[in-house]
């Protein structure tokens, strides 16, 4: 039986000396790892912006914290990386469109305009028909290869009386009911 208190790996068998899988075997590996359709929101001193992402999960409830992946070279990226105030708004298949403009589809000064955004603790865009909206405030960033990963601490949780969602699965949005 192994030793349950050892968490250090081999010294002999570190990830610089395992083989990796291909980019693209790793890619359609995650096209098959259902995640939540989240619209990531911040605003401050270096400006409003947001991406669609499904790279965002819970990390502890002690203090209530998640995280969020951003790529680095991302055109959001730099107000992400500034920013502290940070908003994770779940949405459903009613907002696939505006999911898809935050993916990408719209520049970064279009993507606010037709949708009723609110300002909660942080003052990062709250997303009003979002099934959740998690306002939070970025406490640590740590950069791994080619993205940084954003820890942010809970502030604020608010969700819809009757929320639906999406998720993204083998690279398209299905939905889910409550």
């Known amino acids: 039986m192994a ?3 050892s968490s250090k790996p081999d010294q002999e068998t570190t990830s610089a000396t395992l083989p990796h899988v ?4 790793f890619r359609d590996g995650m096209a098959h790892l259902a995640g939540a359709v989240n619209i990531v929101t911040t605003d401050g001193p270096a400006g409003r912006a947001g991406f669609t992402a499904t790279a965002v999960c819970s990390v502890t409830d002690m203090p209530p914290t998640l995280l969020v992946c951003v790529n680095l070279s991302s055109s959001v990226a730099p107000a ?3 920013n502290t105030a940070l908003c ?5 298949p009613d907002l ?3 999911a898809m403009a935050f993916g990408g589809k719209l520049p970064v000064d279009e993507r606010f305009v037709d949708e009723d955004w609110s300002a909660d603790v942080t003052g990062a865009p709250c997303l009003k028909g979002a099934a959740v909206s998690f306002d939070c405030h970025v406490t640590a960033r740590q950069e791994i290869g080619t ?3 954003l820890f942010c601490e809970v ?3 608010k969700r819809a009386d009757s929320p639906s969602a999406s998720v993204y699965y083998a690279r398209k949005f299905h ?3 409550s």
Not at 22 to 25: D, G, I, M
Not at 88 to 92: F, M
């Open 80 to 82: 992400f990386l500034e």
């Open 155 to 157: 502030l604020s949780v």
């Open 175 to 177: 939905a889910l009911e």
């Open 3 to 5: 030793d349950a208190k």
């Open 147 to 149: 993205h940084a990963v």
């Open 96 to 98: 696939a469109e505006l």
């Open 22 to 25: 291909s980019r693209e075997a």
């Open 88 to 92: 994770v708004n779940t949405v459903g």
